[in-house]
Nanobody, 115 residues
Protein backbone atom coordinates (compact mmCIF):
# COMPACT_ATOMS: atom_id res chain seq x y z
CA UNK A 1 0.00 0.00 0.00
CA UNK A 2 1.33 3.37 -1.03
CA UNK A 3 1.28 6.14 1.56
CA UNK A 4 2.12 9.78 0.92
CA UNK A 5 2.24 11.92 4.06
CA UNK A 6 2.92 15.64 4.13
CA UNK A 7 3.89 17.68 7.16
CA UNK A 8 5.21 21.09 8.08
CA UNK A 9 2.34 23.40 7.25
CA UNK A 10 1.24 26.18 9.53
CA UNK A 11 0.63 29.87 10.01
CA UNK A 12 3.42 32.34 9.31
CA UNK A 13 3.72 36.06 8.71
CA UNK A 14 4.62 37.54 5.33
CA UNK A 15 8.36 37.34 4.70
CA UNK A 16 8.86 34.33 6.92
CA UNK A 17 9.90 30.83 5.93
CA UNK A 18 8.37 27.38 6.22
CA UNK A 19 9.63 23.93 5.29
CA UNK A 20 7.35 21.15 4.11
CA UNK A 21 8.20 17.46 4.09
CA UNK A 22 6.61 14.53 2.29
CA UNK A 23 7.42 10.95 3.19
CA UNK A 24 6.42 8.18 0.81
CA UNK A 25 6.21 4.47 1.49
CA UNK A 26 5.20 1.50 -0.63
CA UNK A 27 7.07 2.51 -3.80
CA UNK A 28 10.62 2.56 -5.08
CA UNK A 29 10.94 6.22 -4.20
CA UNK A 30 14.15 6.91 -6.09
CA UNK A 31 12.62 6.31 -9.54
CA UNK A 32 9.59 8.53 -9.03
CA UNK A 33 9.19 12.12 -10.05
CA UNK A 34 8.08 14.07 -7.00
CA UNK A 35 6.05 17.24 -7.09
CA UNK A 36 4.42 19.78 -4.83
CA UNK A 37 1.07 21.22 -5.83
CA UNK A 38 -1.08 23.79 -4.11
CA UNK A 39 -4.72 24.72 -4.13
CA UNK A 40 -5.90 28.07 -2.87
CA UNK A 41 -9.51 28.58 -1.79
CA UNK A 42 -11.80 28.68 -4.82
CA UNK A 43 -8.99 27.93 -7.26
CA UNK A 44 -7.71 24.89 -9.12
CA UNK A 45 -4.77 22.86 -7.94
CA UNK A 46 -1.55 24.06 -9.58
CA UNK A 47 1.98 22.74 -9.80
CA UNK A 48 4.45 24.53 -7.53
CA UNK A 49 7.65 22.57 -8.11
CA UNK A 50 8.82 19.18 -9.24
CA UNK A 51 12.02 17.18 -9.03
CA UNK A 52 12.78 14.27 -11.30
CA UNK A 53 14.45 11.00 -10.39
CA UNK A 54 17.64 12.55 -11.70
CA UNK A 55 17.06 15.68 -9.57
CA UNK A 56 16.13 18.01 -12.40
CA UNK A 57 13.92 20.70 -10.88
CA UNK A 58 11.12 22.81 -12.27
CA UNK A 59 9.36 25.72 -10.56
CA UNK A 60 6.31 27.71 -11.37
CA UNK A 61 7.24 31.33 -12.09
CA UNK A 62 5.62 32.78 -8.98
CA UNK A 63 7.92 30.85 -6.62
CA UNK A 64 11.20 31.00 -8.52
CA UNK A 65 13.95 32.38 -6.32
CA UNK A 66 11.88 31.84 -3.16
CA UNK A 67 11.12 28.10 -2.97
CA UNK A 68 13.51 25.18 -3.15
CA UNK A 69 12.49 21.59 -3.80
CA UNK A 70 14.85 18.78 -2.85
CA UNK A 71 14.76 15.06 -2.24
CA UNK A 72 16.52 12.56 -0.02
CA UNK A 73 16.06 9.13 -1.54
CA UNK A 74 17.50 7.29 1.45
CA UNK A 75 14.75 8.84 3.58
CA UNK A 76 12.04 8.52 0.90
CA UNK A 77 11.36 12.19 1.47
CA UNK A 78 10.85 15.26 -0.68
CA UNK A 79 11.12 18.73 0.80
CA UNK A 80 9.85 22.16 -0.11
CA UNK A 81 11.70 25.05 1.51
CA UNK A 82 9.55 28.15 1.22
CA UNK A 83 11.18 31.52 1.84
CA UNK A 84 9.89 35.08 1.67
CA UNK A 85 6.34 33.84 1.92
CA UNK A 86 3.55 36.06 0.64
CA UNK A 87 -0.16 36.10 1.45
CA UNK A 88 -0.84 34.73 -2.02
CA UNK A 89 1.13 31.59 -1.13
CA UNK A 90 -1.68 30.61 1.18
CA UNK A 91 -3.03 27.23 0.06
CA UNK A 92 -3.25 23.54 0.79
CA UNK A 93 0.03 22.05 -0.37
CA UNK A 94 -0.07 18.47 -1.63
CA UNK A 95 2.70 16.08 -2.53
CA UNK A 96 2.54 13.86 -5.60
CA UNK A 97 4.60 10.84 -6.59
CA UNK A 98 4.44 10.07 -10.30
CA UNK A 99 5.74 7.24 -12.45
CA UNK A 100 4.44 6.16 -15.85
CA UNK A 101 1.51 8.57 -15.55
CA UNK A 102 0.32 6.90 -12.33
CA UNK A 103 0.10 9.49 -9.58
CA UNK A 104 -0.06 8.97 -5.85
CA UNK A 105 -1.26 11.88 -3.71
CA UNK A 106 -1.05 12.89 -0.11
CA UNK A 107 -3.83 14.52 1.87
CA UNK A 108 -2.18 17.91 1.89
CA UNK A 109 -0.99 20.37 4.51
CA UNK A 110 -2.34 23.86 5.06
CA UNK A 111 -0.06 26.86 4.68
CA UNK A 112 -1.40 30.22 5.79
CA UNK A 113 0.50 33.46 5.36
CA UNK A 114 -1.06 36.32 7.25
CA UNK A 115 -0.09 39.23 9.43
Amino acid sequence: QVQVVESGGGLVQPGESLSLSCVVSGIVFSVYEMSWYRQAPGKQRDLVASISAGSTVVYTDSVKGRFIISRENAERTVYLQMNSLKPEDRAVYSCQAMLNRRPYWGQGTQVTVSS
